[in-house]
């Protein structure tokens, strides 16, 4: 009886396996209810994030900056050829001299273009030293006897321009560096090094050429590559007092200067001598009207305008076009622009965004350079035209460097391209 009560008092230990299933199963007609709604949307979705990094994988390139390029291209050869025929039949032998280089040349640019846009633009940041030491040794050379002059100049080697190949390294070394290390542009002592030695020596190089325009254009890009990438405003004040005091030390030291100042204040008071560009340019685009002479009808292009093909070509198409051609060819230069800036905004990182940056800066400011110097703004300083000037080494860079901007658009975030 005592071990009868004690085995009916201890109770069994029940088997794992009916533990296991001794738990209340769900109802089959009721799904678990959870704690409250929000753990029910947690199953369904994952939650919502603050911070959503932006898919960068390769798309479509831009169709605004690569229609626009072809449009600007097609209307800078017409340009060209009504312009440049009447100096080439007399300089050359042939009207067409001009024109057909230019259109081998942009040929090439818009293959090249279409090849660069495909090649990742990361590529340019692993090989920025060669970049750099290459184009330092071709301004040495060309300052050498390998250099070939011209009026003046001693710009070319071996029929290209080192300046052009410097343009673009400025804008792909200071977008590494900052992009790099931030801070340093922060500091007097990080801007002088690396930033400040390279454009010492690109400057003391082209002064030797010179360059003048090749120099403002490359230190506008340091510049705005710097501005854009953190630098503190407030640097630029001691910049401009220095700037102020050497101009007006060099205008009451030398009298050269003194006179290409008045030229360029009055180009009609010197117009046998150093007025005559200024004076013809902007005889050319005060007799073009509202509405122009029409395509090819111009005459200031006779030998009277200097260089219609190159610098003053603008001019000779403000004289045929008018006012109206000339606005819808500056609006497709603002497009374009606003194109550019706007694939910055959207680059994937800071090393594109700068990129983008440097190159459309680049061509805003050489635009604006040009269209300065044909209506007497600035001092004549040789900038050409993008896209419509003749010379084979500017249009393929620039062609080129389109290819690039092209590149960066293809990874551009993808929450930028839907604001579109």
Not at 109 to 134: D, N, T
Not at 366 to 386: C, E, H, W, Y
């Amino acid at each position: 009886m005592a071990s009868t009560t004690r085995q009916a008092r201890s109770p069994r230990r029940p088997d794992r396996r009916q533990r296991i299933d001794a738990y209340p199963m769900p109802r089959p007609d009721r799904a678990p209810v959870p704690r409250d709604a929000a753990m029910m949307q947690s199953r369904t979705r994952p939650p919502a994030r603050t911070h959503v990094r932006a898919r960068v994988r390769a798309h479509t390139w831009d169709v605004g900056v690569f229609g626009s390029v072809l449009l600007l291209l097609v209307i800078g050869l017409i340009a060209l050829f009504s312009a440049s025929y009447s100096n080439a039949l007399f300089y050359q032998g042939s009207a067409t001299f001009f024109i057909s280089q230019q259109g081998i040349n942009a040929a090439i640019g818009v293959v090249a273009m279409i090849c660069i846009s495909k090649i990742s633009y990361k590529i340019y940041a692993r090989f920025y030293k060669e970049l750099m030491i290459l184009s330092l040794i071709l301004l040495v050379l060309v300052i050498t006897p390998l250099g070939t002059a011209s009026k003046g100049a001693q710009r070319w080697l071996f029929g290209f321009q080192p300046s052009e190949l410097a343009k673009i390294t400025v804008i792909v070394c200071f977008s590494y560096w900052v992009a790099r290390d931030t801070q340093s542009i922060r500091s007097f002592k990080g801007l002088i090094k690396p930033y400040g030695f390279l454009l010492i020596a690109y400057i003391g190089l082209l002064f030797l050429e010179p360059h003048t325009s090749a120099m403002m254009i490359i230190c506008g890009l340091g510049v705005v590559i710097l501005v854009a990438g953190g630098m503190r405003l407030w640097y630029f004040v001691p910049i401009g007092i220095a700037g102020a005091v050497t101009l007006t030390g060099f205008y009451f030291a030398f009298d050269h200067v003194q006179e290409r100042f008045a030229v360029w204040l009055d180009p009609f008071s010197n117009m046998r001598d150093e007025g005559w560009q200024g004076a013809m340019s902007q005889i050319a685009i005060g007799s073009g009207g509202l509405f122009g002479r029409g395509l090819g009808q111009g005459m200031q292009k006779h030998l009277y305008l200097p260089e219609p093909q190159n610098d003053f070509i603008f001019s000779s198409w403000c004289e045929e076009m008018g006012l109206v051609g000339a606005l819808l060819v500056l609006l497709l230069f603002a497009y374009l622009i606003f194109r550019g800036f706007r694939i910055a905004r959207a680059a994937p990182d800071k090393f594109s965004c700068l990129m983008a940056t440097g190159i459309t800066a680049k061509l805003a400011i050489q635009t604006l350079m040009n269209l300065f110097v044909i209506t007497g703004i600035i001092p004549v300083t040789g900038a050409s035209l993008p896209f419509f000037s003749y010379g084979g080494t500017a249009l393929l860079m620039q062609l080129g460097e389109m290819g690039i901007l092209l590149n960066i658009s293809r990874y551009a975030r993808v929450d930028t391209r839907a604001e579109e």
